[in-house]
């Protein structure tokens, strides 16, 4: 990224654009020190053992002497940057660090003499606001390279700067601050005014189902399964009660009319499966884990329920300390997506926000500002304006962890679990996932309270049975003159995304494409937020009928009507696979999934081969020798180093063998 292009980016005011979920998966780590392990070499855990010596060393620089500074009476805010990011800090002539100034209305002193550790001093001076404003378009600049550092920190010039507070951390008391800890913490949550979670009023129709007839309903709603997560023996009789499905919209919203008046303007038949049994336990107050496949009416699950939650509320909307509802989502895709399903129904004057990186801070900043009851957020983002004090989660009744399975993989563990730290723990929580790994177990146990886990057809990775899947062997030299054929076959109502490893093949194949009067859009990490939007509001409104992605574009997109899914590259995990075959054959509708597999892919012909057949889908002969081929492939290789482990343990670990 050369000089001139950040000095355009500066003079447009577009610091948010352009920044997307790889951004959002580095932003300010749930511990302050991870980015410091890795550029140790050291494994999180040896490092998270030694957090203390982090926290002494901050506790010295908050406390300790500021030298080097004005003597007028402001107070300055600190932050300590990469020294090897000062000139991309001050720019050609000084023009980036004066544009900054511009834009956030505080004076930028760089201290040279001041740091440690390679960092330097840069104070901001100014009003709170414009030393903020400052702060984050500092970041939004250097966050992209890595520059800012995750261990740095921020502190305010004291009046006494002589003065130094050190704490003895070897004699240091842990329980004691511990429960201490704990008794703010109960005090602060016994102090929030109570809520209400149960709104749901049964009908005696559902009430009076037979075992039989709970049975069959969820038989034929694709082998609903419903059951306690964990087990607990202190739960009382009522909360080990499941709740009945229901079979229609009326028999779960036949109290709350306005609902079913905006049900009813999206001509929806029936509930779908997750929503039949879902709406009874989350309208009774419970907590939820619904593991279902994409495109099976999940939103709209949580949805329905947390608007009548917030409206039901005993404390008025402009006494609450902000917003209501909570929805941590994976991507900015995503998040977007929720954001229109939630604009789909206006119920009662709730407002929504959507707040992401890469859209405008601060026009989120403003909406949030004015007051919102649902705000939908990716984990980056979200922690930016919490611990800026722009975003107050401590009213926060209702959570939802959307795709939670992809949020674990993306690395957002740190950023979920210090964003609940600051949302009451006697909240409804509810959790959705396409899969059940351990990780998503563990954060279940962590944050919820005797959840009820609803899944629909099987916990075991599958796809959705309304694809046809077709793998095609392939050299990689086939690749594109295949994929061009598949072009020229679409019919006037295909719709296409075509998936490819690498960002930059994507670009080179758009520009392939545009030579050829080939129209298409694409989506990948690196394009802007705007036109990753205009890509996807193409595909979905006809404009083109190819969508070259990577997997940024693999879960959390809703376009009904794709048809194929062309899988250039294969992906990198067998769940990925999953994911992508699901963008087609959604809402009812059928849909293909074509697939190159190549010599290098043999890794995942295995998996491939039970995802295939779970779905009764045709397996190549091929597939079946790849998979058999790697497996003893495996095995010599595995034999081999037990081997060369043998016999180093048998020469007192020196080799036994030289150079010939």
Same mark, same amino acid.
């Given at each position: 990224m050369n000089?001139?292009?950040?000095?355009?980016?500066?003079?447009?005011?577009?610091?948010?654009?352009?920044?997307d979920h790889r951004r959002d998966n580095r932003r300010e780590r749930d511990t302050q020190f991870y980015r410091r392990s890795h550029k140790s070499g050291d494994n999180w855990q040896d490092n998270a053992s030694?957090?203390?010596?982090?926290?002494?060393?901050?506790?010295?620089?908050?406390?300790?002497?500021?030298s080097n500074h004005s003597s007028n009476d402001t107070n300055g805010l600190v932050m300590y940057i990469d020294t090897n990011s000062i000139g991309r800090l001050v720019g050609r002539g000084g023009s980036k660090i004066k544009a900054l100034e511009s834009e956030s209305n505080a004076k930028i002193n760089i201290d040279r003499n001041q740091g440690e550790n390679g960092q330097?001093?840069?104070?901001?001076?100014?009003?709170?606001?414009?030393?903020?404003? =400052?702060?984050?378009?500092?970041?939004?600049?250097?966050?992209?390279?890595?520059?800012?550092?995750?261990?740095?920190?921020?502190?305010r010039e004291t009046d006494k700067p002589d003065e130094k507070n050190e704490i003895d951390w070897a004699n240091f008391d842990w329980s004691k601050a511990?429960?201490?800890?704990?008794? %703010?913490?109960?005090?602060?949550?016994?102090?929030?005014?109570?809520?209400?979670?149960?709104?749901y009023k049964e009908d005696p129709v559902v009430a009076n189902m037979?075992?039989?007839?709970?049975?069959?309903?969820?038989?034929?709603?694709?082998?609903?399964?419903?059951?306690?997560?964990?087990?607990?023996?202190?739960?009382?009789?009522?909360?080990?009660?499941?709740?009945?499905?229901?079979?229609?919209?009326?028999?779960?919203?036949?109290?709350?009319?306005?609902?079913?008046?905006?049900i009813r303007k999206q001509n929806f038949e029936k509930p779908s499966p997750i929503q039949c049994q879902a709406w009874p336990i989350l309208l009774s107050g419970r907590d939820l884990i619904g593991i279902a496949q994409t495109g099976t009416g999940k939103t709209l699950a949580f949805l329905l329920p947390a608007l009548i939650h917030i409206d039901g509320?005993?404390?008025? %909307?402009?006494?609450?300390?902000?917003?209501?509802?909570?929805?941590?989502?994976?991507?900015?895709?995503?998040?977007?997506?929720?954001?229109?399903?939630?604009?789909?129904?206006?119920?009662?004057?709730?407002?929504?926000?959507?707040?992401?990186?890469?859209?405008?801070?601060?026009?989120?900043?403003?909406?949030?500002?004015?007051?919102?009851?649902?705000?939908?957020?990716?984990?980056?983002?979200?922690?930016?304006?919490?611990? =800026?004090?722009?975003?107050?989660?401590?009213?926060?009744?209702?959570?939802?962890?959307?795709? =939670?399975?992809?949020?674990?993989?993306?690395?957002?563990?740190?950023?979920?679990?210090?964003?609940?730290?600051?949302v009451r723990p006697d909240r409804q929580t509810v959790m959705t996932s396409a899969t059940w790994p351990q990780g998503v177990r563990r954060l279940a146990q962590s944050y919820m309270k005797n959840p009820l886990q609803v899944f629909v057809g099987s916990l075991d990775l599958a796809a959705v049975h309304s694809v046809t899947q077709r793998i095609y062997m392939v050299d990689v030299e086939e690749k594109s003159?295949?994929?061009?054929?598949?072009?020229?076959?679409?019919?006037?109502?295909?719709k296409v995304i075509v998936f490819f490893g690498k960002k930059s093949t994507v670009d080179d194949i758009a520009s392939d494409l545009a030579l050829s009067n080939i129209d298409c859009q694409s989506i990948h990490g690196d394009r802007e937020q705007a036109d990753r939007e205009q890509a996807l509001e193409d595909l979905k409104t006809g404009s083109v009928q190819i969508l070259l992605a990577t997997d940024v574009a693999s879960r959390g997109i809703d376009i009904e009507d794709v048809t194929h899914v062309l899988n250039y590259d294969f992906p990198r995990d067998i769940e990925?696979?999953?994911?992508?075959?699901?963008?087609?054959? %959604?809402?009812?509708?059928?849909?293909?999934?074509?697939?190159?597999?190549? %010599?290098?892919?043999?890794?995942?012909?295995k998996a491939l081969i039970n995802i295939l057949e779970e779905a009764n889908q045709e397996v190549p002969e091929e597939v079946y020798k790849m998979a058999e081929r790697y497996e003893a492939w495996k095995q010599k290789k595995d034999a081999d180093q037990s081997f060369l482990r043998g016999n180093r343990n048998s020469n007192g670990g020196r080799r036994n063998y030289r150079r010939t």
């Open positions: 000089d001139s292009w950040d000095n355009d980016r500066m003079s447009s005011r577009r610091y948010d654009r352009g920044y030694s957090t203390h010596n982090y926290e002494n060393d901050s506790y010295r620089r908050e406390h300790g002497r500021i330097t001093a840069v104070t901001l001076i100014g009003t709170d606001d414009a030393q903020q404003q =400052a702060k984050s378009l500092i970041e939004e600049l250097l966050i992209d390279r890595g520059s800012m550092q995750e261990n740095e920190f921020m502190r511990n429960e201490e800890y704990e008794e %703010r913490q109960k005090k602060k949550w016994a102090a929030l005014a109570p809520i209400i979670k149960n709104f037979s075992a039989s007839k709970v049975d069959h309903i969820r038989k034929t709603n694709n082998n609903i399964e419903v059951r306690h997560v964990f087990e607990n023996k202190d739960n009382t009789d009522e909360e080990m009660k499941i709740p009945n499905p229901v079979e229609t919209f009326e028999q779960a919203f036949q109290t709350y009319p306005d609902i079913l008046t905006e509320q005993l404390t008025p %909307r402009d006494e609450r300390p902000g917003p209501n509802v909570l929805v941590m989502a994976p991507t900015r895709e995503l998040a977007l997506q929720i954001e229109k399903e939630v604009a789909k129904y206006s119920y009662h004057g709730i407002k929504a926000v959507c707040v992401y990186g890469g859209g405008s801070r601060k026009e989120q900043v403003n909406i949030v500002s004015k007051g919102v009851q649902i705000v939908i957020a990716t984990p980056g983002r979200l922690n930016d304006l919490v611990q =800026a004090g722009i975003l107050d989660v401590s009213g926060v009744t209702y959570l939802i962890l959307d795709e =939670a399975d992809r949020m674990l993989d993306m690395g957002f563990e740190p950023q979920i679990r210090k964003t609940l730290l600051g003159d295949l994929m061009h054929q598949f072009f020229q076959e679409m019919g006037p109502h295909d990925e696979y999953v994911h992508r075959v699901g963008r087609t054959g %959604r809402a009812g509708r059928t849909g293909e999934s074509i697939t190159f597999m190549t %010599r290098k892919d043999w890794h995942h012909a």
